[in-house]
T-cell receptor
């Protein structure tokens, strides 16, 4: 079956602009995660959704970052007023249990 | 908080050499342990996992044993191939209501013919 998909694969934006990154999880997976992969910080957890429960936002680095998950499926990560330090690869993962997570190919964000 | 420490790379090996990538962890509760692999130009893939002490995860000739006494989960392969060239990440989930992965910084492996 189809894996986790993310769009766009690459995004170049200017400092101060808002961006939206999209994630389509594996069908039937109730849990969805966002991570960020950057040279300086490695792989960092951002946010976690599980079913209809309130999301765990403990990894979001600032209030410029937000995410939503509509209908328990597709998720959008929004970064407002982007800064150069936001440049990274943003990874989405989903799981059917709280154990093994399957990752998408990522969105490479470059902030000029 | 939870943390994962893995050996720094890069690691360069000749084909058919023995591979060990060390990984140690600090976690509350009873963590599950993972190795993920990222091939060039591709996304993260689960390589193997172990969910309790003394479990051995294995896949594609790779093995790792969950050692609670030494808080370690070292990755091993007896004979590496050029196709194993990738970045390897050790990771954990601490459980007890916390399901995000905590990753090590990754070890880049290059296998030369």
């Amino acid at each position: 079956g189809a894996g986790v998909s993310q769009s766009p694969s690459n995004k170049v934006t200017e400092k101060g602009k808002d961006v939206e990154l999209r994630c389509d999880p594996i069908s039937g997976h109730t849990a969805l995660y966002w991570y960020r992969q950057s040279l300086g910080q490695g792989l960092e957890f951002l946010i976690y959704f599980q079913g209809n429960s309130a999301p765990d936002k403990s990894g979001l680095p600032s209030d410029r970052f937000s995410a939503e998950r509509t209908g328990g499926s597709v998720s959008t990560l929004t970064i407002q007023r982007t800064q150069q330090e936001d440049s990274a690869v943003y990874l989405c993962a989903s799981s059917s249990t709280t154990d093994t997570q399957y990752f998408g190919p990522g969105t490479r964000l470059t902030v000029l | 908080g939870d943390s994962v420490t893995q050996m720094e790379g890069p690691v360069t090996l000749s084909e058919e050499a023995f591979l060990t990538i060390n990984c140690t962890y600090t976690a509350t509760g009873y963590p599950s342990l993972f190795w993920y692999v990222q091939y060039p130009g591709e996304g993260l893939q689960l390589l193997l996992k172990a969910t309790k002490a003394d479990d051995k995860g294995s896949n594609k000739g790779f093995e790792a044993t969950y050692r609670k006494e030494t808080t370690s989960f070292h990755l091993e392969k007896g004979s590496v191939q050029v196709s194993d060239s990738a970045v390897y990440f050790c990771a954990l989930t601490s459980g007890a209501g916390s399901y995000q992965l905590t990753f090590g910084k990754g070890t880049k492996l290059s296998v030369i013919p």
